[in-house]
């Protein structure tokens, strides 16, 4: 089962920030919080993880709470292109060969 | 730089059929998984090959194999196929090293219809 909860579904003006929560209060101190979207019938896209401290790429930014119980994904200037289900999962980085245990994401619509 | 490239794309098999899906990884990645997603499910995991050997298994039935060749490319095969197969198959991979980080990438899949 996965170890994440998001919620269902959130919507995002253009050109707005969209901020994608997830929870994972029994994240293990060796374990990355990853993030990946899938956009309609594609395979999924790798965007960004971290362990502990923010992250930020030229995709997005990654919020992990000092407790890393949660985190946050940011996507700055949202737009229609954006729109797709994103996934949040707790996995062993270095060192492991861990699959990743998808749940049932968070599918974000951009509306213009 | 080549991404995870998998074919055929889309295909169509009968009931009781087999069938073949192929995946070449990422250039540099060694390690290959095979995911199934149905319709409005995220994806599950059904096998990881690893130097030519099946190294994990998630919760699937001995009806879908796998193979894994020197140059790292990967076939999955699923045997005796049932309407409920129908889905999207995902090809991941990964460097074992660690040495370009243990990131896995994605195919675009292959999508699969059982009639």
Same mark, same amino acid.
């Not at chain 1, 940011?74 to 492991?96: N, Q």
């Not at chain 2, 994806?43 to 699937?60: A, D, L, S, T």
């Not at chain 2, 090809?91 to 040495?99: E, I, N, Q, R, V």
């Not at chain 2, 990131?103 to 292959?110: H, K, N, P």
């Given at each position: 089962d996965a170890k994440t909860t998001q919620p269902t579904s959130m919507d995002c003006a253009e050109g707005r920030a969209a901020n994608l929560p997830c929870n994972h209060s029994t994240i293990s101190g060796n374990e990355y919080v990853y993030w990946y979207r899938q956009i309609h019938s594609q395979g999924p896209q790798y965007i960004i993880h971290g362990l502990k401290n923010n992250e930020t790429n030229e995709m997005a930014s990654l919020i992990i709470t000092e407790d890393r119980k949660s985190s946050t994904l940011i996507l700055p200037h949202a737009t229609l292109r954006d729109t797709a289900v994103y996934y949040c999962i707790v996995r062993v980085e270095v060192g492991g060969n861990t699959p990743l245990v998808f749940g049932k994401g968070t599918r974000l619509s951009v509306i213009a | 730089d080549a991404g995870?490239?998998?074919?055929?794309?889309?295909?169509?098999?009968?009931?009781?059929?087999?069938?073949?899906?192929?995946?070449?990884?990422?250039?540099?990645?060694?390690?290959?998984?095979?995911?199934?997603?149905?319709?409005?499910?995220?994806?599950?995991?059904?096998?990881? @090959?690893?130097?030519?050997?099946?190294?994990?298994?998630?919760?699937?039935?001995?009806?879908?194999?796998?193979?894994?060749?020197?140059?790292?490319?990967?076939?999955?095969?699923?045997?005796?196929?049932?309407?409920?197969?129908?889905?999207? @198959?995902?090809?991941?991979?990964?460097?074992?090293?660690?040495?370009?980080?243990?990131?896995?990438?994605?195919?675009?899949?292959?999508?699969?219809?059982?009639?």
């Amino acid at each position: 089962d996965a170890k994440t909860t998001q919620p269902t579904s959130m919507d995002c003006a253009e050109g707005r920030a969209a901020n994608l929560p997830c929870n994972h209060s029994t994240i293990s101190g060796n374990e990355y919080v990853y993030w990946y979207r899938q956009i309609h019938s594609q395979g999924p896209q790798y965007i960004i993880h971290g362990l502990k401290n923010n992250e930020t790429n030229e995709m997005a930014s990654l919020i992990i709470t000092e407790d890393r119980k949660s985190s946050t994904l940011i996507l700055p200037h949202a737009t229609l292109r954006d729109t797709a289900v994103y996934y949040c999962i707790v996995r062993v980085e270095v060192g492991g060969n861990t699959p990743l245990v998808f749940g049932k994401g968070t599918r974000l619509s951009v509306i213009a | 730089d080549a991404g995870v490239t998998q074919s055929p794309t889309h295909l169509i098999k009968t009931r009781g059929q087999q069938v073949t899906l192929r995946c070449s990884p990422k250039s540099g990645h060694d390690t290959v998984s095979w995911y199934q997603q149905a319709l409005g499910q995220g994806p599950q995991f059904i096998f990881q @090959y690893y130097e030519e050997e099946e190294r994990q298994r998630g919760n699937f039935p001995d009806r879908f194999s796998g193979h894994q060749f020197p140059n790292y490319s990967s076939e999955l095969n699923v045997n005796a196929l049932l309407l409920g197969d129908s889905a999207l @198959y995902l090809c991941a991979s990964f460097p074992s090293t660690g040495l370009m980080g243990n990131t896995i990438y994605f195919g675009e899949g292959s999508w699969l219809t059982v009639v």
